[in-house]
Every structure is written in structure tokens, then in C-alpha cells.
């Protein structure tokens, strides 16, 4: 059964994750013929991490690539010899085979050495009776390329170019044999692996490899990115203030239930995108979803999210450097002039009292990315504003909010939450 990856952005976020596990969960359901399995890009944020323990979830598995693998390549059968086998017992299993070496299996099965094609024709060519008495522990040599299942067949194709031998030893994490490949085999189209991309559909944010995938469905609620596929797929763009809103409408639309971590799960990214329902790209439709979960769990969504926040935004233990420079995204005005923003979400004004240390961290920040100016969102989600901290012309940055002043190197923005709505496209206008 071919396994089909579920996969949100890089940098993940709690609605990355939750739309992969649940979009692979109503797969799963609804699709027997496929192994849905959804993957993470990198480390889970303070905030997932909270929801994921919360849920009683399953933290999903890390997916480094999904560019074709050893193990995608290899033959189901390939020879193999023990240790104590007569040496002609390993010239009978490469026979009528491409390969060059024979894996010698020790003690529980793990890759003791190889026997090569060439010393077997050696030991032949020097003494025939003798040959004839001895075993493969005797003839034994240490195989030149040893590939773990999981490495790209491109990187195994490279180690393979520098060796001698011609067969490369596919193990897997227990050092046993699951197959050989060669440079022929290698060098093979392959076979595509194949994914399902929610929460994003930029190449650059998807998984590294992705243009040797085969890519089956895209879930987002972002605009139109750049993603390309090689074949016709379903692709939804749906403007919604979450993935898992979309997710959750497909399982109410398949009159199936999520498994209550799924549910709380999915639940938590709704909070979590649209910032409890309050910031500007929320919908009825994930007020709605917010509704039938809370029901369905006996919580109260508000309260969760209230909680999920006060504990997520303690952020005292990271530095002012990781803090600034962990979520800066970088654009590019009209007037072609480079800046970038990052937001912080809080509860409360511990991190604001850290403010010399953050412009500090920002403008080194700015520096290295050779930058013009570098805004902060500082937003508290329960008061519902932003005080935004800059690094650079202050003023400019001041009257392209329409104030005369500014708070020693910050403006005060009451009512701005989004990033994407109410700061970038403000700044990408005037600098
Ligand atoms: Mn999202």
C-alpha cells in the first residue's frame, strides 16, 4: 500500500500541523487503498507543542525529503549469504544478478561484510580445491557503500560514483540488508512518492524535494502560490481564517467525526490562525466550526484559546535575538526598498518591557539581511492591538500609519492584528 505524505509548511505552525493530521485522518477514513501519513518540516512551535500534549495527540513524524529514496528502488528480493555458507554458495546467489558483491548477514540478521565478484574469481583463479572448502567469513570484505534506506537515491547514486565496488548496501536503522542497489538501478526514473500539501502551497515552504513528487490534492487558505504539478489535481483556495476549518468541513461533509485529539487538535488551529476569532481573516464559517468542536468536546473553545495563548506566549526563557529574528519575514516595497516584519503574539506586557533588548537584537537583525527597516508586532491577542517596534526611520514608518508620533521606537496600533491584512500591505505602500 503506497503511503501517501500529508504535509504542512516549513517553520510549522499549530494549523500546519493540526490540517495534516486531520486531513490524513478523514484520508484514512475515507480511502483504504492508500497509507495517509502526516509529516512535519521541522520543530513544533511552544504553542503546538502545548496542543499536542493537550490533545493527548500523537506529535506527527519529521519528513526531511521527498525526493525519490534508496528504499523506493531497491528490488523486494536480492541475494543474500551467511556467515558459515560455502564461499560457492555466494557465486550461485550473484549469479544471473547485476550485482557485484554479495551482503554476508552475521548475528541477528545485521550486514557482517560483502563478498565481492572479483575476490570470489581471485580465490577461484588461485586454487580450485582449496576454494572449494572454504566459507564466506574467509573470503569476507567490508562493503565500500553503505546507504541508509531513507537517503535520497541521488545522494546514494553519488557515494556509489566514488567507490570501487559497484553495488551499493541498502540497511535499515538495525543495519540489516533491505536491498542493493547499482548505478543502473539508481540512475532509473524511479518511482515518485506522493503528497498531499495543506496550509500552503508555495514551493519554497513545502517539503525539500517536492518537485520530484507527485503531488495529489492541495488544501489551502492562502492565495494561489507556486506550487507546479506535473498532473491535473484538486486544489482548494478557500479564504477562510484556517485550514482546519476546511478540514473539519469535510469530515462534517462526509458525516464522519474526528477522534477527539484530531478534534482537539483541529480546534486549536482555529483559535490559533484566526487569534480566537478576532483577527480580520475570520469567517462565520470558522466561528461555526469552532461551534460544532466545542460542543462535540464539552469545552468551551474562547476559554481554550484564552489558555492556549497565556501559555504559549511565555516567552521569557527565549532570547531577544531568537525572538526577532524566529517569524521575520522579508518583503519588498514598491519603491524596491527591502524591510521586514515579524509578530510576537502575547498575553500581557512581559515582553514589552523587554524593549531595548529587542530594538538591540532588530537591528542586528536588520543589518545582516541588509534591510531598511524592521517592524516588530508586539500584538497582545487579548487586548486586541499591536505596539509595533521599529528598527530604522521610525518616523516614515510613523506617518505611513497616519500618527504624528511615535513612542520613543515604537508606534502604538490599536485594533491591528494581522500581519498579512493591516501591516505588510501599509508598509509595502509607503517605503
Ligand atoms: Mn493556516
Redesign the pocket.
Known sequence: MSTIYVSGHRNP?T??IA?AVGFAELKSALDLEHDYLPVRLGELNPQTRWVIERAGAEEPEFLAHIRPRAIDLVASEFPVVSEDDPINGAGLAIDDTDYDLVPVLGNGGVLAGVVTLRSLALHYARDLEVAAGTVCMELMEEPEVIVPAEIAADEALDALKHSHQGTAVVVDENDRPVGLLTRSELLSPGVRRLAILV?HAEKGQSIPGIEQAEIVEILD??HIGSIETRLPVRATFDPVG???TLVVERFRDQGIAPSRPTATLLMS?VLS?TVILNSPTTTDRDAAVLDYLGEMLGLDPKQFGREMFEASSDVSGISARDLVSRDAKPYTSGNGTPFLVAQIEVVGDSVLQRKDELLQAMDEERTAQGADLFALMVTDILEKGTELLVSGDVARAARAFGLQHSNGNSLTLPGVMSRKKQVAPVLLDAL
Open positions: 505552525d494549523d500546519a490540517a496550509d487558505h492562502h484556517s485550514t482546519a488551529a490562525d
